[in-house]
Protein backbone atom coordinates (compact mmCIF):
# COMPACT_ATOMS: atom_id res chain seq x y z
CA UNK A 1 0.00 0.00 0.00
CA UNK A 2 0.95 3.34 -0.75
CA UNK A 3 1.43 6.03 2.13
CA UNK A 4 3.86 7.41 4.55
CA UNK A 5 5.31 5.97 7.92
CA UNK A 6 6.59 7.54 10.87
CA UNK A 7 8.72 5.54 13.47
CA UNK A 8 8.96 4.99 16.26
CA UNK A 9 5.33 5.58 17.70
CA UNK A 10 6.60 6.64 21.22
CA UNK A 11 9.92 7.98 21.84
CA UNK A 12 11.46 8.66 25.10
CA UNK A 13 15.13 10.95 25.61
CA UNK A 14 17.02 11.56 28.28
CA UNK A 15 17.83 15.49 28.59
CA UNK A 16 21.36 15.79 26.69
CA UNK A 17 20.61 13.06 23.79
CA UNK A 18 20.27 13.37 20.51
CA UNK A 19 17.63 11.53 18.81
CA UNK A 20 16.03 11.03 15.45
CA UNK A 21 12.45 10.44 13.80
CA UNK A 22 12.16 8.49 10.80
CA UNK A 23 9.73 9.15 7.94
CA UNK A 24 9.51 7.26 4.75
CA UNK A 25 6.98 7.79 2.21
CA UNK A 26 6.37 5.53 -1.23
CA UNK A 27 4.32 7.89 -3.26
CA UNK A 28 6.71 9.35 -5.43
CA UNK A 29 6.58 12.46 -3.79
CA UNK A 30 9.21 15.29 -4.42
CA UNK A 31 8.12 17.81 -1.34
CA UNK A 32 8.79 16.28 2.49
CA UNK A 33 8.06 18.02 5.34
CA UNK A 34 8.51 18.13 9.59
CA UNK A 35 6.36 20.03 12.08
CA UNK A 36 6.24 20.15 14.90
CA UNK A 37 2.51 20.33 17.27
CA UNK A 38 2.32 20.77 20.94
CA UNK A 39 -0.98 20.24 23.27
CA UNK A 40 -4.38 22.39 21.57
CA UNK A 41 -2.12 24.15 19.38
CA UNK A 42 -1.75 24.18 15.14
CA UNK A 43 1.10 23.01 13.44
CA UNK A 44 4.66 24.58 13.06
CA UNK A 45 7.10 23.73 10.03
CA UNK A 46 10.91 22.53 11.43
CA UNK A 47 12.24 21.66 8.21
CA UNK A 48 10.87 21.01 4.56
CA UNK A 49 12.52 19.67 1.47
CA UNK A 50 11.68 20.01 -1.99
CA UNK A 51 13.66 17.65 -3.59
CA UNK A 52 16.90 15.26 -3.20
CA UNK A 53 20.11 16.63 -1.14
CA UNK A 54 17.96 19.92 -0.83
CA UNK A 55 16.13 21.47 2.07
CA UNK A 56 15.51 24.61 4.11
CA UNK A 57 15.06 25.58 7.28
CA UNK A 58 11.17 26.50 8.34
CA UNK A 59 9.73 28.73 10.73
CA UNK A 60 11.25 26.62 14.10
CA UNK A 61 14.31 25.13 13.40
CA UNK A 62 16.57 26.06 15.89
CA UNK A 63 17.60 22.58 17.71
CA UNK A 64 17.11 20.12 15.08
CA UNK A 65 18.80 19.04 11.66
CA UNK A 66 17.59 16.88 8.76
CA UNK A 67 18.77 14.84 5.57
CA UNK A 68 16.91 14.36 2.16
CA UNK A 69 19.56 11.62 0.73
CA UNK A 70 16.51 9.57 -1.12
CA UNK A 71 13.50 10.82 -2.55
CA UNK A 72 11.52 8.33 -0.11
CA UNK A 73 13.35 9.25 3.52
CA UNK A 74 13.26 12.36 5.09
CA UNK A 75 14.89 12.04 9.10
CA UNK A 76 14.35 14.53 11.66
CA UNK A 77 17.34 14.59 14.54
CA UNK A 78 16.57 16.12 17.80
CA UNK A 79 19.62 17.43 18.89
CA UNK A 80 20.49 18.33 22.81
CA UNK A 81 20.42 21.94 21.78
CA UNK A 82 16.46 21.93 21.54
CA UNK A 83 15.38 22.84 25.00
CA UNK A 84 12.06 21.71 25.23
CA UNK A 85 11.60 19.03 22.62
CA UNK A 86 8.77 17.28 24.31
CA UNK A 87 5.63 17.40 21.53
CA UNK A 88 3.73 15.42 18.63
CA UNK A 89 6.15 14.98 15.51
CA UNK A 90 4.40 14.81 11.91
CA UNK A 91 5.87 13.97 8.55
CA UNK A 92 4.01 14.90 5.43
CA UNK A 93 4.69 14.39 1.71
CA UNK A 94 3.17 16.39 -1.60
CA UNK A 95 3.15 15.94 -4.90
CA UNK A 96 3.82 19.36 -6.49
CA UNK A 97 0.17 21.23 -6.86
CA UNK A 98 -1.66 18.55 -4.89
CA UNK A 99 -2.66 18.16 -0.66
CA UNK A 100 -0.31 16.68 1.85
CA UNK A 101 -0.34 12.95 3.10
CA UNK A 102 0.55 13.19 6.81
CA UNK A 103 2.13 9.94 8.90
CA UNK A 104 0.66 9.15 12.02
CA UNK A 105 3.22 11.01 13.83
CA UNK A 106 5.56 10.41 16.61
CA UNK A 107 4.94 11.37 20.18
CA UNK A 108 8.55 12.70 22.00
CA UNK A 109 8.77 12.85 25.61
CA UNK A 110 11.92 13.85 27.55
CA UNK A 111 12.67 11.98 30.53
CA UNK B 1 7.13 36.90 6.58
CA UNK B 2 3.78 34.56 5.27
CA UNK B 3 1.25 33.75 7.45
CA UNK B 4 -1.98 31.88 8.26
CA UNK B 5 -4.35 33.33 10.69
CA UNK B 6 -7.69 31.43 11.93
CA UNK B 7 -10.58 32.37 14.03
CA UNK B 8 -11.90 31.54 16.33
CA UNK B 9 -9.20 29.90 18.31
CA UNK B 10 -12.43 27.06 19.52
CA UNK B 11 -15.85 27.19 19.14
CA UNK B 12 -18.50 25.20 21.86
CA UNK B 13 -21.96 24.64 19.54
CA UNK B 14 -25.12 22.17 20.40
CA UNK B 15 -25.35 19.50 18.02
CA UNK B 16 -27.50 20.67 14.68
CA UNK B 17 -25.96 24.23 14.51
CA UNK B 18 -23.98 25.25 11.57
CA UNK B 19 -20.56 26.54 12.11
CA UNK B 20 -18.38 28.98 10.11
CA UNK B 21 -14.36 28.73 10.34
CA UNK B 22 -12.10 31.43 9.26
CA UNK B 23 -8.57 31.62 7.43
CA UNK B 24 -7.08 34.68 6.45
CA UNK B 25 -3.60 34.41 5.15
CA UNK B 26 -0.57 37.52 4.76
CA UNK B 27 1.26 36.09 1.53
CA UNK B 28 4.17 37.18 -0.69
CA UNK B 29 2.68 35.62 -3.78
CA UNK B 30 -0.66 32.73 -3.07
CA UNK B 31 -0.78 29.94 -4.63
CA UNK B 32 -3.23 27.52 -2.94
CA UNK B 33 -5.21 27.28 0.07
CA UNK B 34 -5.69 23.71 2.10
CA UNK B 35 -8.07 22.80 5.11
CA UNK B 36 -7.95 19.35 7.03
CA UNK B 37 -9.44 17.81 10.05
CA UNK B 38 -7.58 16.43 12.92
CA UNK B 39 -9.27 14.03 14.98
CA UNK B 40 -6.78 12.23 17.13
CA UNK B 41 -3.07 11.98 15.00
CA UNK B 42 -2.98 12.54 11.01
CA UNK B 43 -4.50 15.50 9.64
CA UNK B 44 -7.18 14.32 6.74
CA UNK B 45 -7.26 16.75 3.66
CA UNK B 46 -10.66 18.09 3.18
CA UNK B 47 -10.33 21.18 0.61
CA UNK B 48 -7.66 22.50 -1.69
CA UNK B 49 -8.62 25.77 -3.12
CA UNK B 50 -6.95 27.73 -5.46
CA UNK B 51 -9.48 29.87 -7.86
CA UNK B 52 -11.61 32.90 -6.13
CA UNK B 53 -15.45 32.75 -5.60
CA UNK B 54 -15.75 29.14 -6.51
CA UNK B 55 -17.29 26.81 -3.67
CA UNK B 56 -16.04 23.08 -2.70
CA UNK B 57 -18.26 20.81 -1.03
CA UNK B 58 -18.30 17.71 0.68
CA UNK B 59 -21.69 16.47 1.89
CA UNK B 60 -22.65 18.99 5.27
CA UNK B 61 -18.77 20.53 4.33
CA UNK B 62 -18.21 23.45 1.93
CA UNK B 63 -15.41 26.07 1.47
CA UNK B 64 -14.86 29.17 -0.37
CA UNK B 65 -11.52 31.35 -1.18
CA UNK B 66 -11.50 34.83 -1.61
CA UNK B 67 -8.23 36.09 -3.28
CA UNK B 68 -8.80 39.75 -3.10
CA UNK B 69 -9.79 39.89 0.90
CA UNK B 70 -7.30 36.97 1.43
CA UNK B 71 -9.44 34.66 3.33
CA UNK B 72 -11.17 31.34 3.02
CA UNK B 73 -13.90 29.80 5.23
CA UNK B 74 -14.84 26.30 6.09
CA UNK B 75 -18.96 25.89 6.66
CA UNK B 76 -20.18 22.97 8.55
CA UNK B 77 -23.81 22.69 8.55
CA UNK B 78 -26.13 20.22 10.77
CA UNK B 79 -23.11 19.61 12.87
CA UNK B 80 -22.46 16.10 14.40
CA UNK B 81 -20.35 15.41 17.35
CA UNK B 82 -18.19 13.58 14.84
CA UNK B 83 -17.14 16.72 13.82
CA UNK B 84 -15.43 17.91 16.93
CA UNK B 85 -11.75 18.07 15.76
CA UNK B 86 -8.87 20.49 15.05
CA UNK B 87 -9.61 22.15 11.56
CA UNK B 88 -6.52 23.41 10.04
CA UNK B 89 -6.05 25.97 7.43
CA UNK B 90 -2.62 25.94 5.34
CA UNK B 91 -1.02 27.65 2.54
CA UNK B 92 0.87 27.98 -0.02
CA UNK B 93 1.74 31.52 0.04
CA UNK B 94 4.98 31.57 -2.82
CA UNK B 95 5.46 30.66 -6.51
CA UNK B 96 8.88 28.17 -6.60
CA UNK B 97 8.70 27.48 -2.87
CA UNK B 98 6.93 24.26 -1.91
CA UNK B 99 6.47 25.59 1.63
CA UNK B 100 3.42 24.19 3.38
CA UNK B 101 2.23 26.85 6.23
CA UNK B 102 -0.40 25.90 8.80
CA UNK B 103 -2.74 28.44 10.88
CA UNK B 104 -3.11 28.19 14.53
CA UNK B 105 -6.17 25.40 14.35
CA UNK B 106 -9.65 26.13 15.73
CA UNK B 107 -10.99 23.47 18.04
CA UNK B 108 -14.61 22.62 17.15
CA UNK B 109 -16.50 20.87 20.06
CA UNK B 110 -20.08 19.54 19.20
CA UNK B 111 -22.50 19.00 22.44
CA UNK B 112 -24.76 16.26 22.13
Known amino acids: DGGITQSPKYLFRKEGQNVTLSCEQNLNHDAMYWYRQDPGQGLRLIYY???????QKGDIAEGYSVSREKKESFPLTVTSAQKNPTAFYLCASRKVGTEAFFGQGTRLTVV | EDKVVQSPLSLVVHEGDTVTLNCSYE??????LLWYKQEKKAPTFLFMLTSSGIEKKSGRLSSILDKKELFSILNITATQTGDSAIYLC????????????FGTGTRLTIIP
Open chain 1, 49 to 55: SQIVNDF
Open chain 2, 27 to 32: VTNFRS
Open chain 2, 90 to 101: AGILNFGNEKLT
